[in-house]
């Protein structure tokens, strides 16, 4: 008997079972965080007490079930499966029935399928629980079987009025595709779900991003449905993800529609992803598009059109590029990307050419002002392999910390060549001298230099356990790391220890408690408190969102009034993603002596303007954050949500890496 068949019986519970809770009176669930008893119990999903945590399941007062249950999402403890199953079925509180299977679902363990399934009611024809059913098919995409996808896509019953169990439905398939499991069946339903009009938008836009993210999914002839859908679609959201998922079919309709949408599109985050799917078809067919977007007002578009030729450019055209780098009135990032695309698609053979190409980026590096703009040329030299030598002595003694960052991670971009051999004529020196390059980086003590060398010696592609044999100057630097500021460093030098061991890579270590919640800043907040942060291109207000993280916010209060924020930049801006700051260093690498705990709600990045936690894994946030562009639901449970843009999200759009935070204070209402 197959090892699968009671599961695929029991999956027919499914559809047919009915667990109702018990018939106790429902009384809501009401946080409210002056409450001692509540802050108490939130102290032990801090500290990871889970056993403590686990008790208060049988508690009488609604919200403290509903926050105890609701610890495990962040905490992710398999222990609590079988008691976590119980609430599923048994809570009277539809909110704590939903927290059970979010929290499930979040501690990603197939034990939990079986025990979701139980808990899911098929007989509920009234809708009564059809939010719990959508948790739980959700909560089966993060820890369900290959054999469960297929039932869980097989559904057909529901009818356009069962909005909730088909958007259930579709997040289901979705976070399968997230731990990238996939099947034909799961594609074909999210297919015709992202290109059905009569669907509801927001299963349109589940199944959307399914196409666009979903890996080794099969779209053949997916273009006559998708290419029509973007252009009928109202909904940005749902034309974002179409525009990528359209590409994937790489065909010359999907050029064709493409190009048609781009040209009728105001939405420059739509233009970025049709830009990106762009790199799916015919070269030919987009280039003068994608030459004109250079020139694009928007600086996103004209820096996404850039870095289409970075990854798609041909060698014909090299001197194109660096004609366009040349021109005046560039904005540096799209210079410096074009020089980057010349000397990527320059011929080897070009040899005096080549030298002034490398001799005009050099100079752009010593001439610029921002620390960004001189990593952005180390980024454009690393496309050439024979700067390495360059990019270390100009780049490893800089003032700026994010310059000495840049130039490892360029000198680890050389070290990855698809023909490193072939390029440097064997190999076996250039490869001896970056190894000595990361070694050296990693001696020196700076936790974004040592970082981004252990990334680059595990590298598999860069092959350098044939010349490495100093682990012990690994172990030795590891032990130097201040812990729990340089966490992130840590991990990366301890996998890499262990890559070059040949052990099986073990739990990242994670930061112990050290920094309790401050709960007076929680008890004297005032319903209506925004937090201002003022730039150079105007001034953005965020809604904090304390029921769901309390702890975060707290933190963040507590460091806009010790002035933390005042001065830091935004060193990251990913185009149409997000803009990250609050880092200490400027470079990704810094923050405060202390990290704070995860707290993962069952929100969803599902609109612009989210403000998350930056992290290095659950439990290592401390200062730096981030701020959504369009929706990212890929980071769905795994970075804390804390507010919300409420104005100036135009101010957003417009950041650029490197714009300062002039200053953050609290404003409290009138």
């Known amino acids: 008997m197959s090892k699968y068949l009671p599961l695929l019986i029991l999956a027919i519970g499914f559809f047919t079972q009915c667990v109702p809770p018990s018939e106790e009176k429902a009384m809501g669930v ?26 208060y399941f049988k508690s009488k007062d609604a919200t403290v079930r ?4 609701m610890a495990f999402a962040s905490l992710k403890d398999s222990t609590a499966i079988d008691s976590l199953s119980s609430m599923l079925s048994n809570d009277v509180e539809e909110s704590i029935r939903i927290a059970a299977a979010y929290s499930l679902g979040q501690i990603g363990n197939v034990k939990a399928q079986r025990l979701l399934l139980e808990g899911f009611d098929r007989g509920d024809t009234a809708g009564v629980y059809k939010n719990v059913n959508a948790a739980i098919m959700e909560a089966i995409g993060k820890c369900g079987t290959k054999e469960m996808l297929d039932n869980l896509a097989g559904i057909t019953t529901y009818t356009l009025k069962d909005t909730a169990l088909m958007v ?29 009009s009569k669907y509801p938008t927001e299963v349109r836009f589940v199944a959307a991003n399914y196409l666009s993210r979903a890996k080794r999914i099969d779209l053949t002839n997916g273009d006559s449905l998708i290419g029509p859908a973007l252009a009928r679609e109202e909904d940005y959201r749902v034309r974002m993800a179409l525009a990528i998922a359209l590409g994937k079919t790489k065909t010359v309709r999907a050029a064709n529609a493409l190009l048609y949408q781009y040209n009728i599109e105001r939405d420059y985050r739509v233009k970025c992803n049709i830009l990106r799917a762009f790199g799916n078809v015919d070269y030919a067919l987009v280039k003068a598009t994608v030459y004109n977007a250079l020139s694009d007002p928007n600086l996103p578009v004209a820096v996404t059109a850039a870095n289409f030729f970075i990854d798609n450019g041909v060698a014909e055209e090299a001197g194109t590029y660096w004609e366009i780098a040349k021109q005046p009135g560039r904005k540096w990032e799209v210079a410096t990307a074009m020089y980057a695309a010349a000397s990527k698609h320059l011929p080897y053979g070009f040899e005096e050419t080549r030298k002034y190409l490398n001799w005009e980026i050099k100079r752009r590096f010593e001439n610029a002002a921002s620390p960004y703009e001189k990593a952005a040329a180390l980024d454009a030299l690393s496309q050439y392999g024979w700067n390495y030598r360059y990019i270390r002595d100009a780049g490893y003694p800089s003032e700026f910390i994010a310059v000495r960052t840049a130039s490892v991670k360029a000198l680890a971009n050389i070290a990855s060549m698809r023909n490193f051999n072939g390029f440097f004529g064997g190999g076996a020196a250039a490869r001896s001298e970056l190894r000595d390059c990361f070694t050296d980086a990693i001696s020196t003590g700076d936790p974004g230099m040592m970082a981004e060398a252990a990334i680059a010696l595990r590298d598999s592609s860069a092959n350098f356990k044939s010349v490495f044999d100093s682990v012990v100057v690994l172990e030795n630097a590891l032990k130097k790391l201040r812990l729990p500021q340089e966490i992130e460093t840590y991990n990366e030098l301890k996998k ?30 005032k319903p209506g408190t925004r937090v201002n ?24 209060l507590e460091l806009i009034k010790d002035k933390y924020y005042n001065g830091k930049n935004f060193h990251r801006v990913v185009p149409n993603f997000v803009v990250q700051g609050g880092c200490s260093r400027g470079d990704g690498y810094g923050g405060p002596n202390y990290a704070i705990r995860s707290e993962l709600s069952n929100l969803r990045y599902d609109q612009e303007g989210y403000v998350g936690m930056a992290s290095a894994g659950n439990n290592t946030e401390s200062a730096q954050f981030f701020i959504t562009h369009s929706p990212a639901p890929h980071l769905d449970g795994n970075y804390t949500i804390f507010a919300k843009v409420a104005a100036g999200m135009d101010v957003v759009h417009k950041l650029e890496i490197g714009d300062i935070i002039e200053e953050m204070t609290i404003v409290e209402p009138k």
């Open 168 to 196: 259930g439905q579709a997040w289901g398939i979705y976070r399968f595709a997230m731990r990238e499991s996939v099947s034909a069946i799961g594609t074909a339903k999210m297919l015709d779900f992202a290109t059905g």
């Open 533 to 556: 942060i003022k730039t150079k291109k105007g001034s953005i207000s965020l809604d904090l969102l304390v029921d769901e993280a309390p702890g975060t916010v707290s933190n963040f």
């Open 30 to 55: 009401h946080l409210d965080y002056t409450n001692s008893t509540y802050q108490a119990i939130y102290d032990l999903k801090d500290r990871g007490q889970t056993d403590s945590l686990i008790r």
């Open 496 to 525: 890499t220890i262990e890559f070059f061991k040949g052990t099986k890579y073990s739990t990242p270590t994670k930061p112990k408690f050290t920094h309790k919640i401050d709960w007076k800043i929680i008890t004297d907040f």
């Open 66 to 69: 509903y926050m105890a249950v």
